[in-house]
């Protein structure tokens, strides 16, 4: 058993077949920064050759440049923090309320009977239809669209954590009232703990529904964001603007799934 | 000598409803289990026997009739009963020793005497440097120790097995029921094992319980006297008088397939 791996030396075949594994990881990880270089450079070159047109697509130089602009002017951070703020407040607040909601629903099956469907409908509709309303309800601020982001990512954690609750195995809940646990206590003491991998992948869905819910509303509301910047430069034609916004949004994205990612790991360290 | 039977089970009868109609599980069962024995309760699958657990457990209420434990009626799970379901059920989320003291948590009884006490449970059988472990991190036969220590942890005076072992692959199986018996024994407790393994029933127990078809009632009970030298169910089934026991009850079980 792991006895084995404490010794020192290894194999000759183990050490061939370690060495060509991490030769393999290389070559995919350079394949995808070839990738990537090759299509920056392709399309700049493109654009300078004049086989497309820069105003239309844009131009890595061109992207750059706006870059340094709204850097100099200083709205960079300002719209980069309000989209981050309102996506942040969206999917920590879908995930927590959602979760509450699965409590509740876990707690009363005549409740969780009884609201099944209109579950099951809230699910199936396209909640960016509800952005209208939500604008004449709360208002054209920030508030409307983390409103938004919360109801795109709120139906589908309670979903989610609830069949999560509903599949802690029965044995695990029997043994605790064997103890004489009261139902707070099998919440907290199974429940809970046993659904955070099933808490934690909601968190990651939810932070992609987030950045759709906060792009959306901004488009419909705002006056400031990244959402903003992109229907802005649309409006205006002014397709670099468009492209520096989504490629700043790609970024942060990814930089928020990864958090999540982390996370993640942090918690389930026992598996 | 006629004691008082530590387990009491007075005419049970248990029916569960459904909108498909009712099923009877147990028809008036009754059983008496004294201090320090081990039973175990065999029966064709769907006889009711871990109804029957479960209803010593509390877990569920008899349609009538009724189980005393101590001379006290159960209505309820009690302290003095101690649960362990098929598979270890051990949390893995938690280490070895929050594992352990698990039932102390819930009972809210972390006094200095119990935790010392389940400290020396870990100590006695070999678990002890494995207290900061995870769960995934030990084997299977390690884990149904811990998962016993874990019921142990909170002293009851009657232990439940519901096919305990049965997750566990043969080899493992046959160690752990040996590991688990000489515990028990060593411990003092009554045991009850529900199981569908009839030389684990034979070998671990000094009486077996045999269920008939549902519902179940009790068909007879054997008293088990293995003359072997070893004391371990292991080496009891080396006993000449294993198989005789065997095969009266494989006949009394009546299985077709």
Redesign the interface.
Known sequence: MPENKLEPSISIEHAAYLKSKKLYHWKVLGTQIILLIGFVVLWEIAGRMGWIDPFITSQPSRIWKTLVNLHNEGTLYYHIGITVLETVVGFVSGTIIGTLFAIYLWWSDFAAEVLDPYLVILNALPKIALGPILIVWIGNGSTAIIAMALLISLVVTILGVYSGFSQV?S??I????????TKV?ILQ??IL??S?PTIISALKINVGLSWVGVIVGEFLVSKAGLGYLIVYGGQVFKLDLVMTSVIILAIAAAVMYKAVVLLEQLFLK?? | MKARPIVAINNISMKYQSTEGEVAALKNVSLDIFQGEFVSIVGPSGCGKSTLLNII???IAPSSGEVLIKDKKVS????M???M???D?L?????IWKNVV??L???NKKTEANINFAQKLLRDYGLIDFKHK?P?QLSGGMRQRVALIRTLA?NPDIL?LDEAFSALDYQTRLVVSDEVKQIIEKENKTAILVTHDLSEAISMANKVVVLSKRPGTVKNIYQINLTCNSHTPLGCREAPEFREYFNKIWKELDVHA
């Open positions: 195995d044995d695990m029997k043994l605790l009232k064997t103890f004489g646990a206590q003491k199974a703990p046993a955070v026992w598996r | 457990a509390g877990l309820g799970p009690t302290i009963v101690g649960y379901p098929q598979t059920q949390f893995g989320w938690r280490n698990l039932g948590e819930i009972q995870y995934s909170t439940l």
